[in-house]
């Protein structure tokens, strides 16, 4: 396992999910991490069990939607902690599982505003500071494989986890020689509650989705906790741009 020790991450939408497991599994190898969420109580419930396993992390305040948010949470990182080595784009929404046509204006800001709007906005605040350190630094971006692929009943969803690899590649050639690696991440259906949600509206969904899978199940958080950690890993420094797709073997075929 990579030791991250001396190294701050910051992961968004930490307090659930995918977004807790890379939390957790940071702390595990050494980072500190800074948490946030919308979601006060479990973004603060992620830092307790950090700290209840002897890690070290801090939680704050931060709607992916308002870039001054993401301003206000690197420099709480740096004030805190002085740096900021890592950053995850990882809060997001999974939106309203409606037929292209009846997706409407407001659908289609709101997600634009949480799943696209929150990792450029992210994404500017991190590059500003990792510029600043010779280090540089490492993002890793969550988008899907609904960012890979259509996604049917989502297309707004669809949309913005493709601009978010749009994002993640564009960012990665501007900073290729300023030390700063780009990565996205595209997970296929992963148990978390935004699945969760989408599985209780339409159970007979479940069994289809499991279908599309070759591996026959969803993921766990924890694996695609342990791929973004290995996208961040000082032995993996040559790798940038990259949309690492962990979905069981669904984009092989
Ligand atoms: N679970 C899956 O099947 C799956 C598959 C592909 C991609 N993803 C992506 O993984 C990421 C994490 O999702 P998850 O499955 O862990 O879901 P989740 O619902 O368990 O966690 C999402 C977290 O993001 C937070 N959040 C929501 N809106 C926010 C906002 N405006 N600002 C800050 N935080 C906000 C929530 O409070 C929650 O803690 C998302 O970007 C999602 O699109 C998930």
Same mark, same amino acid.
Not at 59 to 75: F, G, L
Not at 220 to 232: K, T, Y
């Given at each position: 396992?990579?030791?991250?020790?001396?190294? *701050?991450?910051?992961?968004?939408?930490?307090?659930?999910?995918?977004?807790?497991?890379?939390?957790?599994?940071?702390?595990?190898?050494?980072?500190?991490?800074?948490?946030?969420? *919308?979601?006060?109580?479990?973004?603060?419930?992620? %830092?307790?069990?950090?700290?209840?396993?002897?890690?070290?992390?801090? &939680?704050? /305040?931060?709607?992916?939607? /308002?870039?001054?948010? /993401?301003?206000?949470? *690197?420099? &709480?990182?740096?004030?805190? &902690?002085?740096? $900021?080595?890592?950053?995850?784009?990882?809060?997001?929404?999974?939106?309203?599982?409606?037929?292209? $046509?009846?997706?409407?204006?407001?659908?289609?800001?709101?997600?634009?505003?949480?799943?696209?709007?929150?990792?450029? &906005?992210?994404?500017?605040?991190?590059?500003?500071?990792?510029?600043?350190?010779?280090?540089?630094?490492?993002?890793?971006? %969550? =988008? =899907?494989?609904?960012?890979?692929?259509?996604?049917?009943?989502?297309?707004?969803?669809?949309?913005?986890? /493709?601009?978010?690899?749009?994002?993640?590649?564009?960012?990665?050639?501007?900073?290729?020689?300023?030390?700063?690696?780009?990565?996205?991440?595209?997970?296929?259906?992963?148990?978390?509650?935004? *699945?969760?949600?989408? %599985?209780?509206?339409?159970?007979?969904?479940?069994?289809?989705?499991?279908?599309?899978?070759?591996?026959?199940?969803?993921?766990?958080?924890?694996?695609?906790? #342990?791929?973004? $950690?290995?996208?961040?890993?000082?032995?993996?420094?040559?790798?940038?741009?990259?949309?690492? #797709?962990?979905?069981?073997?669904?984009?092989?075929?």
């Amino acid at each position: 396992m990579s030791s991250f020790t001396n190294q *701050v991450a910051l992961v968004s939408g930490a307090g659930s999910g995918i977004g807790r497991s890379t939390a957790l599994a940071f702390a595990q190898s050494g980072a500190t991490v800074m948490v946030s969420d *919308v979601n006060d109580a479990n973004g603060q419930q992620t %830092v307790s069990m950090i700290q209840d396993a002897g890690g070290q992390a801090s &939680y704050i /305040h931060c709607d992916v939607a /308002h870039p001054e948010q /993401h301003i206000a949470a *690197v420099a &709480y990182a740096v004030a805190t &902690y002085s740096r $900021l080595d890592i950053g995850i784009n990882n809060a997001g929404i999974g939106g309203r599982f409606a037929r292209f $046509l009846d997706q409407t204006i407001r659908d289609w800001d709101t997600m634009m505003a949480v799943n696209l709007g929150g990792v450029f &906005y992210g994404m500017q605040a991190q590059i500003r500071q990792m510029l600043q350190q010779p280090e540089g630094g490492k993002i890793v971006n %969550v =988008s =899907s494989i609904a960012g890979v692929k259509g996604m049917p009943m989502g297309a707004p969803y669809s949309a913005a986890k /493709h601009g978010v690899l749009g994002l993640t590649k564009t960012a990665a050639l501007e900073f290729a020689k300023k030390n700063i690696r780009v990565n996205a991440i595209c997970p296929v259906y992963t148990h978390s509650a935004m *699945v969760q949600d989408l %599985v209780n509206t339409a159970p007979e969904m479940e069994e289809r989705m499991r279908r599309l899978i070759p591996m026959g199940r969803f993921g766990q958080p924890e694996e695609i906790a #342990q791929a973004i $950690l290995w996208l961040c890993a000082p032995e993996n420094a040559f790798c940038t741009g990259q949309a690492l #797709q962990m979905d069981g073997g669904t984009t092989a075929g």
